[in-house]
Nanobody
Framework: QVQLVESGGGLVQPGGSLRLSCAAS????????MAWYRQAPGKQRELVAE???????NYADSVKGRFTISRDNAGNTVYLQMNTLKSEDTAVYYC??????????????WGQGTQVTVSS
C-alpha cells in the first residue's frame, strides 16, 4: 500500500500565498508522477498541476504563473507553492501519486485532502 499525507492548507487572504506538501510512503518501487487536484463545492475534481519523474510539469490554465509544483530529490514528496491566491482557488486540494509498488503492481493513490480557503 502507498499512503499520501498532505499538509499546509488553511485560510489566507486574497493575494496571499500558501505552500502545500504531500509525502508518499509505503511499498513504493517507483513513482512515475505526482499531482495536485482540487475540488470546489458543487464542482468536479480538476487537475491543478502535475510533475513526472523526469521533472516535466503541467499546469491548469487557471493557475499558470501563480502556482509552482516541485518534488524533493528522493521524489517521494511533492510541493505546491501557491502565490497570488484568488477566491476562486478555494477548494479541497488532493495529492495524487501514480507508479508501481515493490511487487510491480501499479498504484494510483490519493491523499485525504486539505482545505484551502481564500477569503478576506
Amino acid at each position: 500500500q502507498v499512503q499520501l499525507v498532505e499538509s499546509g492548507g488553511g485560510l489566507v487572504q486574497p493575494g496571499g500565498s500558501l505552500r502545500l506538501s504531500c509525502a508518499a510512503s509505503g511499498s513504493i518501487r517507483r513513482i512515475n508522477a505526482m499531482a495536485w487536484y482540487r475540488q470546489a463545492p458543487g464542482k468536479q475534481r480538476e487537475l491543478v498541476a502535475e510533475i513526472d519523474a523526469g521533472g516535466n510539469r503541467n499546469y491548469a490554465d487557471s493557475v499558470k504563473g501563480r502556482f509552482t509544483i516541485s518534488r524533493d530529490n528522493a521524489g517521494n514528496t511533492v510541493y505546491l507553492q501557491m502565490n497570488t491566491l484568488k477566491s476562486e482557488d478555494t477548494a479541497v486540494y488532493y495529492c495524487n501519486a501514480r507508479g508501481s509498488d515493490i511487487d510491480y503492481f501499479g498504484f494510483n493513490s490519493w491523499g485525504q485532502g486539505t482545505q484551502v480557503t481564500v477569503s478576506s
